[in-house]
C-alpha cells in the first residue's frame, strides 16, 4: 500500500498545488479577483469530481481485471473510458460557452467577481478535455499498479505551470498580460501536455498495463458496468462539491471579504485532502486488485492501514495549520489583514475535521477502488443536505457565530460521516461486491 501510495501523495500534492499557484498570482489582483476564481474554482471542481467519478468505475474494473491477471478485460475497459471521456467534454466545452457567467450570477456574487469568475470559468469548461485526459490516463495506470509515472507527469507539467501561469498573468517578457484569464490557461495548456506524454506511456507500454486500440469496438455493456459504478461516485463527489457551492451563498450576505475568506481556506482544505486522498486511492487499487486475487482478509486490513495513514497525516498537517495559518494564507495575500484573520479562524475551525479524515476520505476512496460507491453516495447525500445545510443556515442566524457558523456546519456534518464509514467498512458486504 506504501509503494502505491507515496507517489500518489506527491502527485496529488502537485495537482493541488495547481489552484494554489493560481490562487497566489491572482490574489496580487485584489479580493474581487480572488472571490471570482475561487468561487469559479469550485465550478470547475464540481466538474472535476464528475470526471474522477465517472472514471473510478475504470479503476475498480482495471484493478480487478489487473488482480485476476486479465490484461485483455483490463485493456477493453481502459479503451471505454475514452469514449466516456471523450463525450463528457464535449458536454462541458458547450457549457463553457454558454453557461459560464450565468453560473457566477446564481451565486448571488457582485459585479467585479462575476466577471473575474465569468472569464475564468469559460476557459476552463472549454479546455476540459486536457484535464479529462490527464485524470483518465493517470487513472489507469494507478489501476494497474503503476503509480511512479502519474508522478513523473505531475512533476512535469506541474513545474510548467508555476513558470506559465505568472506569466501569463502579469505579461512577462514575451506573454501578453491576461489577467485571471491567464490563470486559466495556464492550466489547460499545462495539463493538454501532461495528457500528451500519459498517452505515449500507456500506448508505448511502459507502464504496467499496455494501451491499444488495435482491436477497438464500442462496447456498450462494459460503458454500462463502468457508468454503473462510477455513477453513484460521481454523484457523491458533485454533491460534496455543490455543497461548498451553495455554502457561498450563505456567506456571501457577509460581504466580499468572507468570501475571499472561504475561497482561501478551501484552497488549503483542497490541499490536504489530496493527502488523505492519496492513501485512500492507493488502498482502493490495492484493496481492488486483493478482491480480483480472492484475498478479501487481506482487503479489509489494506483499508484499516490506510485509516491509520491517513490519520497521522492530517495530525501533521492539523498542528501546522494551529500554529502557522495566517503565515500560510499570507501567500496567497499579504496585503488585506482582514481577509488572512478571517480565512486563519476558518482553518482553525476545520481542524477539527482533519482530525477523522483518516476514517472519512480513506475508507470513501476505499470503497470506491472496490467498486462499492452507492454507501459514499448515501451517506454524502444525508450528512451534506441534512446536516451541514441546515446547520449553515441556522448557525448564522439564530447564534452568535456569524458567518463561523458556516464553517462549524461543516464540521459537524464530517463527523457525522467518521461514525458512518468505519462502521459499514467493518459490516464488510463492500467484500462481496462484483463489478
Not at 471523450?86 to 457567467?101: E, K, Q
Not at 482553518?347 to 482533519?354: A, C, D, E, K, P
Request: with cysteine; proline share 3%.
Amino acid at each position: 500500500m506504501w509503494s502505491l501510495s507515496w507517489p500518489m501523495l506527491i502527485s496529488n500534492t502537485l495537482n493541488a498545488i495547481g489552484p494554489a499557484v493560481d490562487m497566489i498570482w491572482v490574489g496580487k489582483l485584489g479580493s474581487g479577483s480572488i472571490a471570482g476564481v475561487g468561487v469559479s474554482g469550485l465550478v470547475v471542481i464540481v466538474v472535476n469530481s464528475l470526471i474522477f467519478g465517472l472514471f473510478t468505475g475504470t479503476t475498480a474494473m482495471v484493478a480487478r481485471f489487473v488482480g485476476a491477471k486479465d490484461e485483455a478485460a483490463a485493456n477493453r475497459a481502459a479503451q471505454q473510458a475514452f469514449v466516456i471521456g471523450i463525450v463528457f467534454s464535449l458536454l462541458m466545452a458547450v457549457t463553457g460557452i454558454f453557461l459560464a457567467r450565468p453560473i457566477m450570477i446564481l451565486m448571488g456574487l457582485s459585479g467585479n467577481v462575476v466577471d473575474e469568475g465569468a472569464v475564468y470559468l469559460r476557459i476552463q469548461l472549454i479546455g476540459i478535455v486536457t484535464m479529462t485526459g490527464l485524470q483518465l490516463c493517470q487513472n489507469i495506470m494507478q489501476a494497474s499498479g503503476d503509480s511512479r509515472n502519474p508522478l513523473k507527469i505531475s512533476l512535469g507539467f506541474r513545474s510548467l505551470q508555476v513558470v506559465l501561469c505568472p506569466a501569463l498573468i502579469f505579461g512577462w517578457s514575451f506573454f501578453p498580460r491576461m489577467g485571471v484569464s491567464g490563470a486559466a490557461l495556464s492550466n489547460v495548456v499545462t495539463q493538454g501536455l501532461g495528457a500528451m506524454i500519459a498517452l505515449w506511456i500507456l500506448f508505448s507500454g511502459k507502464t504496467r498495463l499496455k494501451l491499444s486500440f488495435s482491436r477497438f469496438k464500442f462496447d456498450g455493456n462494459i460503458i454500462w458496468r463502468t457508468i454503473k459504478i462510477g455513477l453513484p461516485s460521481s454523484i457523491t463527489f458533485m454533491i460534496i462539491s455543490l455543497t461548498e457551492l451553495m455554502l457561498v451563498r450563505f456567506i456571501a450576505p457577509f460581504g466580499t471579504v468572507a468570501v475571499a475568506s472561504q475561497a482561501l481556506a478551501l484552497r488549503v482544505d483542497s490541499f490536504l485532502q489530496s493527502l488523505a486522498g492519496a492513501v485512500g486511492i492507493g488502498a482502493g487499487v490495492l484493496c481492488g486488485q486483493n478482491l480480483g486475487a480472492g484475498q478479501p482478509q487481506r482487503a479489509e486490513k489494506t483499508g484499516w492501514l490506510a485509516v491509520g495513514l491517513a490519520t497521522c497525516v492530517a495530525l501533521v498537517f492539523s498542528l501546522i495549520i494551529w500554529f502557522k495559518a495566517e503565515t500560510i494564507l499570507g501567500i496567497f495575500n499579504a496585503s488585506d489583514p482582514a481577509l488572512i484573520a478571517t480565512a486563519a479562524n476558518f482553518l482553525h475551525i476545520q481542524i477539527v475535521s482533519y482530525l477523522v479524515w483518516g476514517l472519512v476520505i480513506a475508507l470513501t476512496l476505499t470503497l470506491n477502488g472496490v467498486g462499492d460507491t452507492l454507501i459514499p453516495l448515501v451517506t454524502n447525500i444525508g450528512t451534506m443536505l441534512g446536516i451541514q445545510l441546515s446547520l449553515a443556515y441556522i448557525l448564522p442566524h439564530y447564534t452568535d457565530l456569524g458567518v463561523y457558523g458556516v464553517r462549524w456546519a461543516i464540521v459537524a456534518g464530517q463527523l457525522t460521516r467518521a461514525v458512518i464509514y468505519p462502521t459499514y467498512f467493518k459490516l464488510g458486504r463492500w467484500k462481496r461486491k462484483r463489478v
